[in-house]
């Protein structure tokens, strides 16, 4: 037999990549001059500037801009690499525009296709700095009294030197106000008052962790039968973008920081996971087979690309 073949389907994709670009058909005489792309000078290139995603007077700056252009009206400073490849290819990421482009392209074709493009980049780019905004908004000061959000509820945290609580090291517990019921979960933290924010946050994550992992572990139980599937392993993940994967081996893959989100978006990454394990692909059937167990999952899905889950 065959040996088992594995595959690994990640549950988002990066930000924003145009489809690729073809480049002219036909290649210069071998013993043409290479082109080098002139260097960008503006102030990107400085060790204070800000990050590369605040825009200044330029438009949109890229930490490594090798070449600036004016698009839809916007000065893009982008990064260009000459690779072993075909066509032109153009990625929008946190940093800003990335090009890759042949060896033997011209800068001057790189530029007509990327004013073919200008409406899709200056798009992406300002919808790569909003998000990049919120989420900077969503950063956690770890100290006594910081809250983060929580199973979609809030998390306060307590710093508590007086109990050592040796099973985990924190211990949940609940706050009320009036007869309006609990409003917020609290979390007490065996550290002293004076704890770094990196001891804050690290005991923070692995308390989190470890509530993660049981329930992953009870929701695959769960929608594992319902799905006529079995799973094998669990391991946590920490991705910024990638909320889950799985392998045809039963290997499932889930990131802890899902633990900010409420349980049905949980759900949703749990059983999307799941049902790879059937449907090894993102085809209708793939999602036929998620319908089945979660007619909704199209608005839980949604849930995922809000910045709700904050900064680590």
């Known amino acids: 037999m065959h040996s088992l073949l594995r595959y690994t389907l990640d549950l988002f994709d990066s930000l924003g990549t145009a489809p690729s670009a073809k480049a002219p058909p036909s290649k210069p005489p071998a013993r043409a001059p290479r082109r080098v792309a002139k260097p960008y000078t503006s102030a990107a290139k400085s060790a204070s500037a800000p990050s590369p995603e605040l825009s200044t007077e330029a438009g949109f700056v890229h930490p490594q801009a090798a070449r600036s252009l004016r698009l839809q009206g916007v000065e893009v400073a982008f990064s260009l690499v000459r690779a072993r490849r075909s066509s032109i290819g153009m990625t929008i990421g946190p940093d800003g525009l990335s090009v890759r482009a042949p060896r033997w392209t011209s800068l001057l074709e790189i530029d007509k296709v990327l004013q073919a493009r200008a409406e899709w980049i200056v798009r992406k780019l300002h919808e790569s700095r909003e998000r990049h905004t919120q989420l900077q908004q969503t950063r956690i000061d770890w100290r006594d009294g910081a809250v983060f959000p929580y199973l979609g509820g809030l998390m306060r945290l307590r710093l508590d030197p007086s109990h050592g609580f040796s099973a ?67 391991s946590l993940s920490n991705a910024d973008k990638r909320w889950g994967s799985a392998k045809s081996d039963g290997s499932i893959r889930l990131n802890w920081r899902l633990m900010h989100f409420e349980l049905p978006v949980i759900d949703y990454v749990v059983a999307h996971e799941l049902s790879h394990l059937r449907v090894m692909n993102h085809s209708p059937h793939f999602w036929q087979t998620v319908g089945s167990v979660m007619p909704d999952y199209p608005e839980r899905r949604k849930q995922l690309k809000d910045p709700t889950a904050p900064l680590w």
Do not use: C
């Open 168 to 234: 985990a090291g924190a211990a949940l517990a609940e706050t009320y106000d009036g007869q309006d019921g609990p409003l917020m979960r609290e979390l007490r933290i065996a550290l002293p008052m004076d704890a770094s924010a990196a001891q804050i946050r690290d005991a923070t994550q692995a308390w989190l962790m470890r509530q993660a992992k049981a329930l992953f572990e009870e929701r695959l139980n769960h929608f594992a039968p319902l799905l006529q599937v079995r799973w094998t392993r669990l």
